[in-house]
């Protein structure tokens, strides 16, 4: 269990879930606030942004590899410098969106890609960081936000056990002692098939860590199943509305959907339990509804049992049915009228 400006993050919780603002802002601040509004009433614990700018991501170049041009890509047909230009959060609006999410009792925080976005995040005392799967593999800039000693969320997208084993050591060694790493397909959208969440428990073997699901999937489903293989961290996208837009809005969360998000990630986790058997306190009252031996036609004292005048049925007040076969032919000793649960007193 860690803690992250206050809440507490661990399997004796409820799921901490994020929601991704990204560039579905639309370069408005308006709306990025209306994203904090809808976020909040949603019951989302945190609001995510990212700090950077087309500068400190790339060149402005639009030709070889700084041109997108793989056709199954959201983004084709754009260089690299033109979408970070679009889905960028200006720096000066970090301050009224923290602010709000603040009020309306989110915790705030961004992911940083380079050291003058940290320094930045810095000066509005952000209380925990997130770095992206594309960034997972730049330890210089890993332990610069690790050096914060502040809480840090690590996406794994794309990372091998032996880069995540490179990427974790440099955390901790340069003061991290507070580390989630969340199991991440780096595909927008992401296919349920390709998001192999059985990785999750395996993640907290090997890096003795808080682990979660950073989810680029279609709908709540899979981040709902993460939960019953031990995520206790939940980070989503999320837009007013997909149909206005924007470079991220194909696979971000509605908000009727993170609310349902939200609420049905609690339910998975409130469902975990324990490892139980017999009744719990709430199935005592159901245990008369078992099958039990019922006498189910009027019987005359020195009658034999048989199967005509005695079923096993519900209600369960009666012997337990596993009597059935060695009480047949058996003589009662008083009469025993129809509707009578069976008991050892009509032998004596």
């Given at each position: 269990m860690?803690?992250?400006a206050?809440?507490k993050v661990?399997?004796?919780?409820?799921?901490?879930v994020?929601?991704?603002m990204s560039?579905?802002?639309?370069?408005?601040?308006?709306?990025a606030l209306?994203?904090?509004?809808?976020?909040?009433?949603?019951?989302?614990?945190?609001?995510?942004?990212q700090?950077?700018?087309?500068?400190?991501?790339?060149?402005?170049?639009?030709?070889?590899?700084?041109?997108?041009s793989?056709?199954k890509?959201?983004?084709?047909?754009?260089?690299?410098?033109?979408l970070?230009?679009?889905?960028?959060?200006?720096?000066?609006w970090?301050e009224?969106?923290?602010?709000?999410?603040?009020?309306?009792?989110?915790?705030?925080?961004?992911?940083p890609?380079?050291?003058?976005?940290?320094?930045?995040?810095?000066?509005?005392?952000v209380?925990?960081?997130?770095?992206?799967?594309f960034e997972?593999?730049?330890?210089?800039?890993i332990?610069r936000?690790?050096?914060?000693?502040?809480?840090?969320?690590?996406?794994?997208?794309?990372a091998?056990?032996?880069e995540?084993d490179?990427?974790?050591?440099?955390?901790?060694?340069?003061?991290?002692?507070?580390?989630?790493?969340?199991?991440?397909?780096?595909?927008?959208?992401a296919t349920a098939?390709?998001?192999?969440?059985?990785?999750?428990?395996?993640?907290?073997?090997l890096?003795?860590c808080?682990?979660?699901?950073?989810?680029?999937t279609?709908?709540?489903?899979?981040?709902v199943?993460?939960?019953?293989?031990?995520?206790?961290?939940?980070?989503?996208?999320?837009?007013?509305?997909r149909?206005?837009?924007?470079?991220?809005?194909?696979?971000?969360?509605?908000?009727?959907?993170?609310?349902?998000?939200?609420?049905?990630?609690q339910?998975a986790?409130?469902?975990?339990?324990q490892?139980?058997?017999?009744?719990?306190?709430?199935?005592?009252?159901?245990?008369?509804?078992?099958?039990?031996?019922?006498?189910?036609q009027?019987?005359?004292?020195?009658a034999l049992?048989?199967?005509?005048?005695?079923?096993?049925?519900?209600?369960?007040l009666?012997l337990?049915?596993?009597?059935?076969?060695?009480?047949?032919?058996?003589?009662?000793?008083?009469?025993?009228?129809?509707?009578?649960?069976l008991?050892?007193?009509?032998?004596?």
């Amino acid at each position: 269990m860690i803690k992250i400006a206050g809440r507490k993050v661990g399997a004796d919780e409820t799921p901490f879930v994020i929601a991704e603002m990204s560039g579905n802002h639309n370069q408005s601040l308006e709306r990025a606030l209306e994203i904090v509004d809808a976020a909040a009433k949603t019951g989302a614990h945190a609001l995510k942004i990212q700090t950077y700018s087309p500068d400190t991501m790339t060149i402005d170049l639009d030709e070889r590899e700084f041109h997108i041009s793989d056709p199954k890509s959201l983004w084709a047909g754009t260089s690299l410098y033109k979408l970070y230009g679009e889905a960028y959060t200006p720096w000066e609006w970090h301050e009224p969106i923290f602010n709000r999410a603040r009020e309306l009792g989110m915790i705030p925080f961004s992911t940083p890609f380079d050291d003058t976005a940290v320094d930045f995040l810095e000066s509005m005392d952000v209380q925990c960081y997130k770095i992206s799967s594309f960034e997972n593999t730049d330890l210089p800039l890993i332990r610069r936000v690790a050096a914060t000693g502040k809480p840090l969320i690590i996406s794994t997208g794309m990372a091998t056990v032996a880069e995540l084993d490179e990427t974790v050591r440099a955390a901790r060694e340069a003061g991290c002692a507070k580390l989630v790493l969340l199991k991440c397909t780096s595909t927008y959208p992401a296919t349920a098939q390709d998001t192999n969440i059985l990785t999750i428990p395996h993640l907290r073997e090997l890096f003795g860590c808080e682990v979660g699901l950073s989810d680029h999937t279609i709908g709540i489903g899979v981040s709902v199943a993460s939960i019953a293989l031990g995520a206790t961290v939940i980070e989503k996208h999320f837009t007013l509305r997909r149909a206005d837009g924007g470079v991220d809005s194909a696979f971000s969360m509605e908000p009727a959907e993170m609310e349902q998000l939200v609420v049905e990630s609690q339910r998975a986790w409130q469902a975990l339990g324990q490892v139980s058997y017999g009744p719990t306190g709430a199935e005592q009252r159901s245990i008369q509804f078992r099958r039990s031996l019922y006498v189910v036609q009027d019987i005359k004292a020195g009658a034999l049992l048989t199967r005509e005048n005695v079923r096993a049925i519900r209600p369960g007040l009666g012997l337990p049915t596993k009597y059935l076969e060695s009480l047949l032919a058996m003589q009662v000793r008083q009469d025993v009228k129809r509707g009578t649960p069976l008991t050892w007193d009509v032998f004596r």
